[in-house]
């Protein structure tokens, strides 16, 4: 209940519309079993440390789509410079590519003849993907960025819940330290009576 | 280094330019700075200054210690700032997949299409310009459509990660505060000696 009422109090991770608050709820969920948080401050760092998951989640996904969409142009560049004979133009083989690249992503054979004409070149898919990341190389180092970014402060967060808890701890164990050898504590005395009635 | 001469000239260059001078200009010019509101204190808005109270008192238990209230409002407040960013890097996306891009379509949108456009009107022919569609570039179908739309914003989320991180290390500098201002307060308690 106690812990309801903190999050209540604690801002809501605002999602896309394409994404799932049930998803979301249960990547925090998975945090607070493992880490335990107790009180709101510790609540606040779970949180954190979901928000930024949940957003590495959102950055990784996006990379891989960054990649595949550059797939059909990355595929149509490779296969004009290799279609190309000796002597010719991009634009006379420009159209040929175009239709290849095409058909590579539905139709089987299409997907042999480019597989053959790599191999041609001892060229194999890979230069395909590797042609796609060349393509997209500006947005994902940005999003490289972005990510290791996110991952420092994710690491960071970590620190924080342990260093409090630490801090915490610490503080806990000086005091019954204290309490316990009765130095310098400060005593309740019963008016009516000369025991110390408390420490 | 500047000479005397320069010196001067700067000067007398300087006082021919004071800035805008009408209340207009000067209102417009108090602006210049304004890029994305992110940096306004959170206790200017009723909404934000209720929830930052509540968050407060959570944070600081039932002290009335005007220390540590202070130093858990420091907490509050870079809590609200962190979730302001987090917003505006969701609205940003929203955005750019709703409209293909954040500013507004620009009738050329190509140094070629200028040159077409002038060169016709040479001819003495006008071609009214259509302004380019960019959401028509986006993918229709989902997750493609999000990571295009994160694509086209990705520098501006890359300026608003920097205040991101801003308030993450504002909040966890104020915790530590906190703790050594309680770790203070109970050493104090403790070793008052016996009146």
């Given at each position: 209940?106690?812990?309801?009422?903190?999050?209540?109090?604690?801002?809501?991770?605002?999602?896309?519309?394409?994404?799932?608050?049930?998803?979301?709820?249960?990547?925090?969920?998975?945090?607070?079993?493992?880490?335990?948080?107790?009180?709101?401050?510790?609540?606040?760092?779970?949180?954190?440390?979901?928000?930024?998951?949940?957003?590495?989640?959102?950055?990784?996904?996006?990379?891989?789509?960054?990649?595949?969409?550059?797939?059909?142009?990355?595929?149509?560049?490779?296969?004009?410079?290799?279609?190309?004979?000796?002597?010719?133009y991009d634009n006379?083989?420009e159209?040929?590519?175009?239709?290849?690249?095409?058909?590579?992503?539905?139709?089987?054979?299409?997907?042999?003849?480019?597989?053959?004409?790599?191999?041609?070149?001892?060229?194999?898919?890979?230069?395909?993907?590797?042609?796609?990341?060349?393509?997209?190389?500006?947005?994902?180092?940005?999003?490289?960025?972005?990510?290791?970014?996110?991952?420092?402060?994710?690491?960071?967060?970590?620190?924080?819940?342990?260093?409090?808890?630490?801090?915490?701890?610490?503080?806990?164990?000086?005091?019954?330290?204290?309490?316990?050898?009765?130095?310098?504590?400060?005593?309740?005395?019963?008016?009516?009576?000369?025991?110390?009635?408390?420490? | 280094?500047?000479?005397?001469?320069?010196?001067?000239?700067?000067?007398?260059?300087?006082?021919?330019?004071?800035?805008?001078?009408?209340?207009?200009?000067?209102?417009?010019?108090?602006?210049?700075?304004?890029?994305?509101?992110?940096?306004?204190?959170?206790?200017?808005?009723?909404?934000?200054?209720?929830?930052?109270?509540?968050?407060?008192?959570?944070?600081?238990?039932?002290?009335?210690?005007?220390?540590?209230?202070?130093?858990?409002?420091?907490?509050?407040?870079?809590?609200?700032?962190?979730?302001?960013?987090?917003?505006?890097?969701?609205?940003?996306?929203?955005?750019?997949?709703?409209f293909g891009e954040l500013d507004p379509p620009q009738a050329f949108s190509t140094v070629t299409e200028i040159k077409r456009f002038f060169n016709a009107f040479d001819r003495g022919r006008l071609i009214v310009p259509k302004p380019s569609d960019s959401s028509a570039t986006?993918?229709?179908?989902?997750?493609?459509?999000?990571?295009?739309?994160?694509?086209r914003?990705?520098?501006?989320?890359?300026?608003?990660?920097?205040?991101?991180?801003?308030?993450?290390?504002?909040?966890?500098?104020?915790?530590?505060?906190?703790?050594?201002?309680?770790?203070?307060?109970?050493?104090?308690?403790?070793?008052?000696?016996?009146?």
């Amino acid at each position: 209940m106690r812990r309801r009422n903190e999050l209540t109090l604690l801002p809501k991770l605002p999602l896309l519309i394409t994404e799932s608050a049930d998803e979301f709820d249960a990547l925090r969920d998975a945090f607070e079993r493992e880490i335990k948080p107790r009180g709101i401050i510790e609540q606040m760092y779970v949180h954190d440390v979901s928000a930024i998951v949940w957003e590495i989640l959102r950055l990784r996904r996006c990379k891989v789509v960054i990649i595949n969409s550059a797939f059909r142009s990355a595929l149509e560049d490779l296969l004009v410079q290799l279609l190309k004979g000796p002597g010719q133009y991009d634009n006379e083989v420009e159209d040929e590519a175009e239709a290849l690249a095409h058909a590579w992503f539905t139709d089987q054979e299409a997907k042999k003849q480019v597989s053959e004409t790599l191999s041609r070149f001892d060229l194999d898919e890979s230069a395909i993907e590797a042609e796609a990341i060349r393509r997209s190389s500006s947005d994902l180092e940005l999003l490289d960025r972005m990510l290791t970014s996110l991952e420092t402060r994710r690491n960071k967060a970590f620190g924080c819940v342990a260093e409090y808890r630490a801090s915490l701890a610490h503080q806990l164990r000086e005091s019954s330290d204290r309490i316990i050898a009765g130095k310098g504590v400060l005593r309740l005395e019963d008016p009516t009576s000369n025991r110390p009635t408390a420490a | 280094m500047a000479s005397e001469r320069q010196i001067a000239a700067n000067r007398r260059n300087a006082r021919k330019s004071t800035g805008p001078r009408s209340g207009a200009g000067r209102k417009r010019a108090s602006r210049n700075a304004y890029r994305h509101g992110l940096t306004l204190s959170i206790a200017s808005t009723a909404a934000f200054a209720k929830q930052l109270d509540k968050l407060v008192r959570e944070i600081a238990g039932d002290t009335e210690d005007t220390i540590v209230l202070e130093r858990a409002r420091a907490i509050a407040q870079a809590e609200i700032d962190l979730a302001r960013v987090r917003r505006a890097k969701v609205a940003l996306i929203e955005r750019a997949s709703a409209f293909g891009e954040l500013d507004p379509p620009q009738a050329f949108s190509t140094v070629t299409e200028i040159k077409r456009f002038f060169n016709a009107f040479d001819r003495g022919r006008l071609i009214v310009p259509k302004p380019s569609d960019s959401s028509a570039t986006m993918p229709s179908q989902e997750p493609d459509r999000s990571a295009e739309a994160v694509r086209r914003v990705l520098p501006e989320l890359r300026k608003l990660d920097r205040y991101e991180r801003r308030a993450a290390a504002r909040r966890d500098r104020a915790v530590r505060n906190l703790y050594g201002r309680r770790a203070k307060r109970t050493q104090f308690f403790l070793i008052q000696p016996m009146a």
